[in-house]
């Protein structure tokens, strides 16, 4: 993963305050959480080895197939609508790489956190 190629691509004012990108971690949201990252900041990985889906269930990815990450943002929103982050945030960012990665032999998806 090219992390300056990353960082050049979206870290812009109004979209990504910062980047932070991991060679592998235990955990990106651990990470974040450890470090008291600022709102508007990525942290992404391509080995991740101890992270944590819905229900505390393990949440790991494969080297060369697989990004995990965490994005630190602070939203105003009513609780009722929480749930829709997570969604959004994840299909614009999906969007946003197929742009950015076109013409490169990569194929993206979502995949629901378990």
């Known amino acids: 993963m090219d992390s300056g190629y990353l960082n050049f ?15 592998e971690t235990g955990s990106t949201n651990e990470y974040a959480s450890a470090n008291k990252l600022a709102s508007d900041t990525l942290v992404i990985t391509s080995i991740q080895t101890n992270g944590k889906g819905r229900f505390g269930r393990k949440w790991e990815s494969s080297p060369g197939k697989n990004i995990a990450m965490t994005l630190v943002k602070n939203f105003i929103i009513s609780i009722d609508e929480i749930h829709n982050v997570s969604f959004y945030s994840s299909l614009i960012l999906l969007k946003t790489l197929q742009k950015l990665c076109k013409g490169y032999s990569t194929d993206f998806s979502l995949k629901w956190p378990k």
């Open 9 to 23: 691509k979206l870290v812009k004012p109004g979209l990504l305050q910062s980047l932070v990108y991991l060679e």
